[in-house]
């Protein structure tokens, strides 16, 4: 057999029997299967036939892959100046609306990203260190924000020294369902790059290792949970996890308030670089390692 063609002498002529392909599927068949895959597996499968690139770019199907908020998150990403207004997003289809949100999109004056998980698990959010309330932020003998390419923004908050430490923030979004994990992004020491080779200024490091820092979050419709870490690894980026919360309804609002303080005002802490607050589905990525206060 050659290319997937028997042939069969018969008596009264040739008659040629075509072995069955992926091809012959039909496509509401290879729709079936692919609403049971997650959207990477959807686009590899798109390469295998001509009739599963026509199922894989269905609007029925994405429809199903989409949050079912996903109006929501379009409205959002309208109200940017970077993905246009809503007559652009009129225009695609429901495969392109989804690529367009797994990519990050600015909101809050560009202080806050959102976008949505590419299996199609939940939306992420990141908040940088603009978007958020320091005490004594004004101050440049405690903090300054310093430029640097190891932060999506582009720039975090540096701690110099300071007796009391209190960071909040606040966001206010309408979450597809799920439980979601708050972390706070933190690096001991000041990253910086001479020569094109990173090092880390590490001489005003100082206060994390006497007492841990308290994490809170608490969210409009009621969930509180809060959490103690010791701040450690100088030289690394260290994800500290907050805690979690469930969204039940996509179609409600939900104010997220996160804090980090340390306010023993019997010693000093300094040398501590701030970046962003995640938001993100649960189990998206596993934790760094890091030192909990019991």
Known sequence: MGAGISCIEGGDGSHCQRDTVLGDLPE????????????????????????????????????AKLPRNYSYLVDKACQSDVEGGHDKWAQLTK??????????????????????????????????CRALSITGIDDRRYWN???????????????????????RGETYFSFPEGTYSVFFRLHLGRPSKRLGLRKCIMDQVH?????????????????YVQSRHYLTDPGAWI???????????????VIINVSMTQIDCTHTKGGLCIDTVLIQPKGLFKQHKHNTAT
């Open 207 to 223: 206060g994390w290792n006497i007492k841990p820092v308290q994490f809170e979050l608490s969210t409009s419709d009621g969930q």
């Open 145 to 167: 924000y310093i430029p640097t390419e190891e932060s999506r923004f582009q720039a975090v908050a540096y701690l110099h020294q300071i007796w009391w430490l209190e960071v």
């Open 95 to 128: 495969k392109e609306i989804f690529a367009r949100l797994c990519r990050p999109i600015p909101f809050d004056g560009g202080t806050k990203e959102f976008w949505l998980e590419k299996r199609g698990t939940g939306v992420c959010i990141s908040i940088s």
């Open 239 to 253: 994800i500290y996890h907050v805690g979690d919360f469930d969204v039940t309804d996509s179609s409600v609002p």
């Open 28 to 63: 509401n068949c290879v729709a079936q299967v692919l609403l049971r895959l997650d959207p990477p597996e959807i686009c590899q499968l798109a390469g295998l036939s001509r009739t599963f690139r026509l199922a894989a770019g269905a609007d029925p199907l994405w429809e």
